[in-house]
């Protein structure tokens, strides 16, 4: 049985993930810093244009479907034919349900982390959108009076900057929404989702390029003093010492493999390396491109209805990207070494930090608690 303690920590991770969404949240609702605008800069004077994807339907494709692919995926193809048959029934419902759970970790804390860093930088920003003035609303009279600077008076005297006090739309909301142009919330909580559903779907499928693995002297394996009765295919750690399952190890020994295939001479390495990997089959290209092009879709349309520039696209994107990326890889391991698992757990001791000269988050006392981890070593005691 799992440690108590090593389910708290798991616990605060999700508090930690909430805290995040919830700050994002608040801070939606703090007045932005409004830069000062032309009345005759067309770049901003265009209509509003009712959105065609709202912020429901962002939230429902980024997020909903999203967790619910996951969750198919999972049910469905994890942990694969061949480590379900190594498998008990409790021991593999453990396993569906620990990727399942990190999964929808890493896809929360992807939304979460560009939630929080695209609200709080249309604040810090106020750049306004282009339908700017129409949110607005003027006050043509009142221009002098606003004024904050313009050498062009002479041409026109509404060529000037104006702050938004000139703004008269009675909902605050709509006037305050004019001046959160940059960073694109919609790109950025689109990229962080489905690019993120994107790194899953390839890690779960093997959807990678090829590429030729690191050839070492020694296996590692094979210096590892590992229990054959105590190897199992779960995500977490023994009490002893962590193992490998038996589809990690021989998948790791014939990808290392480093004699040539029987029927070809040792002195043809070219033939040799190309037959270490192969090209995955082109029909899995499209589990990889649809959560992408859904992306590109959803930032298309924040440019074509007025509600963002392209830079301001870019710079949601790249939030998006940057954050899909980081929590994938905090969750998984890298697409083309981990063969689609996601990386085990913490060891108990170890559940909340480390302090300094601790390598990593692992360590011999293992995941179970702390009494049948102590019955487990008298069991085993020599007499």
């Not at 108590?4 to 703090?30: E, F, M, P, T």
């Not at 002098?144 to 000037?160: C, F, M, N």
């Not at 559903?197 to 990678?208: D, H, N, Q, W």
Request: net charge positive.
């Amino acid at each position: 049985m799992m440690s108590k303690r090593l389910i708290a920590s798991y616990v605060l991770d999700w508090v930690v993930i909430i805290a995040i969404v919830a700050i994002g949240g608040g801070i939606n609702w703090v007045e932005p810093y409004r830069r000062p605008f032309s009345l005759v800069d067309l770049s901003i004077s265009y209509p509003i244009v009712t959105e065609t994807v709202s912020t429901g339907i962002l939230v429902g494709i980024s997020l909903g479907a999203s967790a619910v692919i996951i969750l198919l995926v999972v049910a469905i193809a994890v942990p694969g034919p061949r480590g379900s048959r190594d498998l008990s029934r409790s021991k593999l419902w453990m396993r569906k349900f620990w990727e399942l759970e990190k999964g929808w970790a890493g896809l929360a804390l992807s939304l979460a982390i560009a939630f929080l860093f695209t609200q709080g930088l249309k604040l810090l920003f106020g750049k306004p959108r282009p339908s700017c003035i129409a949110r607005c609303m003027p006050d043509m009279s009142k221009i002098e009076q606003y004024t904050v600077g313009g050498y062009a008076t002479g041409l026109s005297p509404e060529w000037v900057l104006v702050g938004a006090g000139i703004c008269t739309n009675p909902d605050t909301h709509i006037t305050n929404d004019g001046f959160k142009s940059f960073p694109s919330g919609h790109a950025s909580f689109s990229w962080s989702g489905l690019l993120y559903l994107c790194f899953f779907l390839c890690s779960k499928f093997a959807i990678r390029i090829p590429y030729l693995p690191i050839q070492g002297s020694q296996d590692p394996l094979e210096h590892r003093q590992t229990q054959p009765q105590d190897r199992e295919m779960l995500p977490l750690h023994n009490d002893d010492t962590r193992t490998e399952s038996n589809h990690t190890e021989s998948s790791y020994k014939a990808l290392h493999a480093s004699s040539p295939p029987p029927s070809q001479p040792a002195h043809s390495p070219g033939f040799d390396m190309r037959n270490l990997a192969a090209s995955p089959p082109n029909h899995l290209i499209i589990i990889a491109i649809l959560p992408v092009a859904v992306a590109m879709y959803i930032c298309s349309t924040r440019y074509a209805e007025f509600y963002h520039f392209g830079f301001d696209l870019l710079g949601g994107s790249f939030i998006g990207i940057l954050s899909a990326w980081f929590s994938f890889r905090w969750y998984h391991l890298p697409i083309g070494r981990g063969s689609g698992w996601a990386w085990g757990a913490r060891s108990r001791d170890r559940a909340f930090g480390i302090g300094v000269g601790v390598g990593n988050y692992v360590g011999d006392e293992g995941w179970k608690a702390a009494k049948e981890g102590r019955r487990r070593h008298e069991q085993e005691a020599p007499v």
